[in-house]
């Protein structure tokens, strides 16, 4: 069975976003591949600086991958800090890692455009990532368009590797979850960041104005509209299965329609899909020892791989250890 590898930041309320372009297909992935998932709080600190925050997130990111159906039977579910030979493995492939690979980093150059402080653990953001990558023998790794480049410089850091020391790693291919990034309320990228998501367990009222919000055109309720250029339409989207996406763009292209109608229906179907697993995501938040326990038992599964992979590397590359 193929190795598959997911993380996710500890970041906050989760949103639509996070769910179908990362969660959602991590779920799948449980029944067909042998799935690790990790929470990566060390990737947290280049953003977060606030340690109660970063230790609540944490603790909030794993119940809501239980709640959301991640079976710790199937999947190894850790915290990335759990398992401390990331850094020492981080160390080793960055000292081999050119500087113009990350300087040209897609997500690195926008965030230093959108503002965001630079600093040294921004720009090898890429390399932290190719160490979760390398250090698990990932055979296939999902991405989203925004995060394929991180994985082609994880794919030349490994055979760079594997060219100098022997060859030591696989060079994971990519598993695409989704062709185009889930639109935010404004129709760029949904993001925590920008403040334009939908969050999946928030209140219905909050949850009522955040789908409120969502920008669509001017045009009269009598015109045909374009459901290509539709944010609206594209969140709807992520419901609904084929026949029901051309449905909905027959309703598009043949007036009357009202955006607003529209809006009424897509927030009747976030409540109705996530009720249940607001329900038990409850039930978790008032068992953290559950929580505990569940990543407990992952760092132990995923420090057992991570321990053959840096004995491997550390014989490669001369480390001698007693």
């Known amino acids: 069975m193929k190795r598959i590898l997911s993380g996710i930041q500890p970041s906050g309320n989760l949103h639509l976003g996070n769910y179908f372009a990362m969660i959602k297909p991590i779920l799948d992935y449980q029944e067909k591949y042998e799935s690790y998932v990790l929470i ?10 606030n340690r109660e ?13 239980l709640a959301l159906g991640i079976d710790i039977k199937k999947s190894i579910f850790w915290v990335q800090s759990d398992v401390p030979e990331v850094m020492e493995l981080m160390w080793y492939i960055s000292c081999l890692t050119p500087l113009g690979l990350l300087e040209r980093g897609h997500a690195y150059k926008s965030k230093k455009q959108s503002n965001i402080p630079s600093s040294l653990g921004l720009l090898s953001y890429p390399v932290l990532m190719a160490a979760d990558i390398l250090l698990f023998q990932t055979d296939r790794v999902p991405v989203g368009p925004d995060q394929k480049q991180h994985l082609e410089i994880c794919r030349d850091i490994a055979i760079k590797f594997n060219s100098t020391y022997g060859e030591v790693f696989k060079i994971p291919e990519p598993e695409i979850t989704m062709r185009e990034t889930v639109p935010g309320l404004d129709g760029q990228k949904m993001s925590k960041s920008l403040d334009n998501y939908i969050s999946i367990f928030s209140d219905e009222k909050t949850l009522k104005k955040q789908v409120m919000g969502i920008v669509t055109d001017s045009t009269p309720v009598d015109e045909p509209k374009d459901p290509d250029k539709c944010t609206l339409f594209k969140l709807y989207s992520l419901f609904l299965d084929e026949k029901g996406r051309q449905e909905l763009r027959n309703r598009y292209i043949n007036p009357p329609l009202k955006y607003s109608e529209v809006k009424k229906e897509l927030l009747g179907i976030i409540i109705d899909y996530f009720r249940p697993y607001k329900q038990k995501r409850k039930e978790i938040e008032e068992d953290r020892e559950l929580i505990k326990s569940a990543l407990m038992e992952g760092k132990e599964k995923a420090q057992a791989v991570a321990s053959r992979t840096i004995s491997q590397v550390r014989d490669a590359i001369g480390i001698l250890c007693p």
């Open 40 to 49: 990566v709080n060390l990737h947290a600190l280049t953003s977060s600086f």
């Open 53 to 65: 925050k970063l230790q609540k997130n944490t603790l909030d990111a794993a119940a809501d991958f």
